[in-house]
């Protein structure tokens, strides 16, 4: 018996589904069926109960597959500390990164990181939307925010803040607001998720000592589900837009942006290396881990130069 045939056999367990088991190990359905096949009759008996419509697990199935599947997590933690122990660097990295983060800063570095190690390949998945490991057959995520689900493992990157910018043109034309209050006198760039349009910004400002809060809710003047696209509309003078800091950073130290309003604080946010389990976080994703913190300070730490930032964000 075949070892990849047993994997593709536990998948067709976990998704109930030849169909969508072969989807998630990107081989074609007749292939996952006939690994099934021989699996059952390496055994002698029959794993699923088919029907037209449903696959079920046998009772045979039910007590076998079980403990194949602590057979196979025992072989991969064995492969683990060897890697571990050699320092191998290799492998495919399944990686799911959003948009902009993606095409404009992360992917260079991770392209940087192959040429260094040669025996390492890459599958990327570009996208702003949410994304399920499972699913979509991911190693490792590079996201905003910590896990949502407590089943996942996860590594702060770096603190992110977020700032209002616009192009010089279109300052020139409309003029720089000087309070939150008069950008409902410009022109929003929003990002859209699932319908969800992002429209409504949110400042504060301590004065006097007291600290005061904005809710600001601009024209929506454009709007789109992928964050690229609201950057490229802002460099292109479209109107003001609020992006994550790493996300513009090119244009802002090349001055295709400009950052508005920064007596004023807008809620940041934190960037973090996501995985599925324990068992994923192998020596390359911790040399990648390591490379992204090594990057993102470098990059914060020219904005902060600059005076984009504060200091404060380089804290853990």
Known sequence: MQLEDLRVVLKV?????????????????????????????????????????????S???????????????LLEQAKQTIHNDLDIISGEIRLAVSSDLGRNVAIPWVDAFMTQHPKVTLRVHVSDSNID????????????????DSNLYGFKICNVPRLLVASPSYLEAQGVPEHPKELLQHQGLFYQLQNILNDTWH???????????????PKAYCAANDGDLVRRWCVAGKGVAIKSSLD???????????????????????????????????????LLRDMFRERTEGLLKQLVDRRFVTEAVLAD
């Open 13 to 57: 367990a976990e998704f109930r589904n030849i169909t969508a088991a072969a989807t998630h190990l990107d081989m074609q359905m007749a292939t996952a069926s006939a690994a099934v096949k021989r699996v059952e009759a390496s055994l002698g008996v029959e794993l699923f109960v088919r029907t037209t419509r449903h696959l079920r697990l």
């Open 59 to 73: 009772s045979a199935g039910e007590r076998y597959l079980p403990q194949c599947t602590a057979a196979l997590a």
């Open 133 to 148: 490991f499972y699913r979509d057959a991911l190693d490792i995520a590079l996201r905003y925010g910590p896990p949502a």
């Open 203 to 217: 400042f504060s400002c301590k004065a006097s000592g007291t600290e005061r809060s904005y809710k600001i809710k």
């Open 248 to 286: 513009i950073a090119n244009d802002l130290l090349a001055g295709r942006l400009v950052p508005l309003l920064l007596n004023y604080s807008i809620p940041s946010g934190e960037l973090w290396l996501v995985c599925p389990s324990r068992q994923s976080i192998t020596p390359t994703v911790r």
